[in-house]
Every structure is written in structure tokens, then in C-alpha cells.
């Protein structure tokens, strides 16, 4: 039991380490965005957590099939200035802006159809 608990935690290690992730947001880029109208959704990640990768992938792909929306994110960790100003305190959180106003926020989801119906929330 021990060596599979191990090599679970093992895999998902290196499942955190396989995604590119990169820090996107900027103050700059999500004022203009919300002056323009824009939805915006924000992710919080850690490089070291395999939630955190898996919802990346999934937010990769919604990127590609809501083309109208602008996905930014950030470190978690290393940009906690920019958690502060969101209000966003544990990595894995997903929000979505429009208008000025938070619409909808998320910790932890890693299912494709709920992050796709909470990013819905903001069209």
C-alpha cells in the first residue's frame, strides 16, 4: 500500500512539472480588459501541485473553445501581491470577471464540464 501511495504522489509530481504554465496577469491587461467589457477568467496555480496542473490543461483547452473570453494567471506563491489584490487565497482557484464584478469563483475543480459551466457564468 505504501509503494503505491508513493508512486501516486510520484506521478502526480511530475504531472505539476509537464504543463507549461507561466504567470500572465497584469493589472494593466485586467483594467483594460474590464474598461472594454471583457470577460476575464484567472487562475491561481502552484508549480508544485498536480491540481493546479490539471486544471491548467483543461483551462488550455477552454482557451482554444471560448476565443471571446481572456484567460489570465498567476503564481500563486512567488506573485502574492496579485493574490491580494484579487482576494484569492489558495492556489487552485479559478475567477471570473465581467464588468468589473467577480461573477463567479472556484477552488479546486478539476472536471472539464464544471470549470467550462463556471467560466459560462461570465459570458
Do not use: H, P, R
Not at 38 to 56: D, F, H, L, R
Not at 80 to 101: C, Q
Amino acid at each position: 500500500m505504501k509503494k503505491i501511495i508513493i508512486l501516486i504522489f510520484v506521478l502526480f509530481t511530475f504531472n505539476a512539472f509537464a504543463i507549461d504554465k507561466s504567470t500572465t496577469f497584469t493589472n494593466e491587461i485586467f483594467v483594460e480588459a474590464q474598461k472594454a467589457g471583457k470577460t476575464v477568467v484567472i487562475n491561481s496555480w502552484n508549480k508544485s501541485c498536480g491540481t493546479c496542473a490539471m486544471q491548467t490543461k483543461v483551462l488550455q483547452e477552454a482557451e482554444k473553445d471560448f476565443i471571446d473570453i481572456l484567460f489570465l494567471s498567476f503564481e500563486q506563491t512567488k506573485y502574492k501581491e496579485i493574490a491580494k489584490f484579487l482576494d484569492i487565497n489558495f492556489w487552485t482557484t479559478i475567477v471570473v470577471y465581467k464588468n468589473n464584478e467577480q461573477i463567479a469563483k472556484a477552488i479546486g475543480l478539476v472536471d472539464k464540464d464544471k470549470i467550462y459551466n463556471l467560466i459560462k457564468k461570465g459570458i
